[in-house]
């Protein structure tokens, strides 16, 4: 099983729709985790960490399962801007402490 | 603060040529990175760095190698170079090893 899994995609939406995301992660003891956004030929950008109470920052809402080992990542009213790849990171301790990246989810948001 | 700084942006280089790759950090992070991404894919971890002097392999070491003699800076070399590490190649610095990773622009390598 892969450390961290996501659904490739693309999620192709409308403008102004909500979408989900979801990524499991396979290491029960992981305690860190990131959304991170990376647009087309461009840098990976931290979208937001992603804490155990869940958080919103804007239209962003990120979740954490501990029972189920998923996180979430919600985005509401959808913009042209949001367009992009979201990469889930979690963190794994393998005898050192490292950071896994997902794949990335794809997203489209279409006028 | 400029963050995390790569150079050069583009290169095309000849199959045998080495290159270094320059990556430099202003926020006094100890933990550096090393990732390439191929076209479509994620991002795989070649080489890393927990402080001045210390260095590690990563996922796909082979036809690289690194150096880290400051805080700042986390050079990766590619010798004898072939068409297979052809990629975007990203450097990242982190204040420890579970915190969020900042990312530098990118240099896009292609090897022909």
């Known amino acids: 099983r892969k450390e961290v899994e996501q659904d490739p995609g693309p999620f192709n939406v409308p403008e102004g729709a909500t979408v989900a995301f979801n990524c499991t992660y396979s290491n029960s003891a992981s305690q860190s985790f990131f959304w991170y956004r990376q647009d087309c030929r461009k840098e990976p950008k931290l979208l937001m960490s992603v804490y155990s109470s869940g958080n919103e920052d804007g239209r962003f809402t990120a979740q954490l399962n501990r029972a189920s080992q998923y996180i979430s990542l919600l985005i509401r009213d959808s913009k042209l801007s949001d367009s992009a790849t979201y990469l889930c990171v979690v963190n794994v301790n393998t005898g050192f402490q490292k950071l896994v990246f997902g794949t990335g989810t794809r997203l489209l948001v279409s006028p | 603060n400029a963050g995390v700084t790569q150079t050069p942006k583009f290169r095309i280089l000849k199959i045998g040529q080495s290159m270094t790759l320059q990556c430099t950090q202003d926020m006094n992070h100890n933990y550096m990175y090393w990732y390439r991404q191929d076209p479509g894919m994620g991002l795989k971890l070649i080489y890393y760095?927990?402080?001045?002097?210390?260095?590690d392999k990563g996922e796909v070491p082979n036809g690289y190698n690194v150096s880290r003699s400051t805080t700042e800076d986390f050079p990766l070399r590619l010798e004898l170079a072939a068409p297979s590490q052809t990629s975007v190649y990203f450097c990242?610095?982190?204040?420890?090893?579970?915190?969020?990773?900042?990312f530098g622009p990118g240099t896009r390598l292609t090897v022909t």
């Open positions: 760095s927990v402080g001045a002097g210390i260095t």
């Open positions: 990242a610095s982190s204040p420890g090893p579970s915190y969020e990773q900042y």
